[in-house]
């Protein structure tokens, strides 16, 4: 909704707890490098450990930060568990701050 001028609108305590944590996920390295690996789709544990040469328990740490903060979901096939973004939002949060960085 579009404000007017002058007009100042606030979220509440509730909604910007949640955006500060939602950019808490965007504040370690290691998370945005598991979240570009991610953009090109649905990749399994060890490919993104490979990826970001990291180890397995590391990133399935991070992975686990990022399902709850609800930006990722996981797959399990068998032994291997999967992971994707959740969906288009956080690809385009992460696609406009690689664009803001590389544009600056």
Same mark, same amino acid.
């Given at each position: 909704m579009p404000l007017s001028p002058g007009q100042i609108q606030v979220v509440d305590e509730q909604?910007?707890?949640y955006i500060a944590e *939602?950019?808490?996920a965007f504040s370690d390295p290691t998370r945005v490098r598991l979240i570009s690996a991610m953009v090109s789709g649905e990749q399994s544990?060890?490919?993104l450990a490979q990826a970001i040469q990291l180890s397995e328990s590391a990133v399935s740490h991070q992975l686990r930060? *990022?399902?709850?903060l609800r930006l990722v979901r996981a797959r399990?096939?068998?032994r291997q568990v999967f992971y994707s973004l959740l969906d288009e939002h956080v690809r385009d949060l992460y696609l406009r701050g690689l664009e803001h960085v590389l544009d600056s």
């Open positions: 909604t910007a707890a *939602l950019f808490r544990v060890g490919a930060v *990022l399902r709850q399990k096939a068998g």
